[in-house]
């Protein structure tokens, strides 16, 4: 099982960036997706999720409003549009997979996902 993520790059302060995750070797339409980061010094932070269909989604306070999240089964990628950026936004952005298929709640919680990808670095500054 392989999670790709990219799109991450330097962008200032109010600026937009689009994340993707591509995912290999499982049955991508079965399987929750969520975004993760984590900054200096910090621990991981749940920042979105959405269920195996795409027709529910879930988002942390310091996101919502500003960040959404997405999927495309038949691409087996997994999107974040990141805008009105913030420093405080600055971390390595991480995507996560959890086996959920029929399943409607939302996961947030970091322990529930199984695969999780190599992570790539979102830096907000002017």
């Known amino acids: 099982v392989q999670l790709q993520a990219s799109g991450g790059g330097l962008v200032q302060p109010g600026g937009s960036l689009k994340l993707s995750c591509v995912v290999s070797?499982?049955?991508?339409?079965?399987?929750?997706m969520a975004w993760y980061r984590q900054a200096p010094g910090k621990g991981r932070e749940f920042v979105a999720t959405i269920i195996w269909n795409g027709e529910k989604r879930g988002y942390g306070d310091s996101v919502q409003g500003r960040f959404t999240i997405w999927r495309e089964n038949a691409e087996n990628t997994v999107y974040l549009q990141m805008n009105s950026l913030r420093p405080e936004d600055t971390a390595v952005y991480y995507c996560?997979?959890?086996?959920?298929?029929?399943?409607?709640?939302?996961?947030?919680?970091?322990?529930?996902?199984?695969?999780w990808g190599q992570g790539t670095q979102v830096t907000v500054s002017s």
């Open positions: 996560a997979a959890r086996e959920s298929a029929g399943i409607t709640w939302l996961f947030t919680r970091e322990a529930a996902y199984d695969y």
């Open positions: 070797g499982l049955t991508f339409e079965n399987y929750a």
